[in-house]
C-alpha cells in the first residue's frame, strides 16, 4: 500500500453562493440552512475523514456549474449528487 494521502472531495461552497445552492437543494432536507452550519458540517466530515486516513480536498463549487451537471447526469438535486459533482470536479483537476 502506499504512503501517499489518499484525497477525498468535498464540496466548498462560498458564502455568497449559499443562498442559490439552498434554492437548489431545498428538497434535501440534509442540506443545512444557512451558511455557517454548512461550514460546521463540513469541519466535521473533514474529521471524520481524517480519523479514516484521507485527505480532504476541498473543491469550490458554483450554482451554475452544478446545475449543468445535475441537467446533463438526470440526477435529482440532493447532497448526494453535490458529492458527486465535487468528485468529477476532482478528476478533472487532478
Given amino acids: 500500500m502506499s504512503d501517499d494521502p489518499q484525497f477525498y472531495p468535498l464540496p ?5 453562493d ?3 445552492f439552498a ?3 431545498a428538497g434535501d432536507e440534509d442540506f443545512p440552512n444557512n451558511h455557517w452550519r454548512w461550514e460546521r458540517m463540513l469541519d466535521a466530515r ?11 480536498r476541498l473543491l ?3 450554482p ?13 438535486a440532493s447532497m448526494n449528487g453535490l458529492a458527486a459533482y465535487a ?3 476532482a478528476a478533472y483537476k487532478r
Fill in 18 to 20: 449559499f443562498a442559490e
Fill in 60 to 62: 469550490d463549487v458554483r
Fill in 87 to 89: 468528485a468529477l470536479l
Fill in 12 to 16: 466548498r461552497i462560498a458564502a455568497d
Fill in 23 to 25: 434554492e437548489i437543494l
Fill in 46 to 56: 473533514k474529521a471524520e475523514l481524517a480519523e479514516e486516513g484521507y485527505t480532504a
Fill in 64 to 76: 451554475a456549474g452544478f446545475r449543468r451537471f445535475l441537467k446533463e447526469s438526470g440526477s435529482g
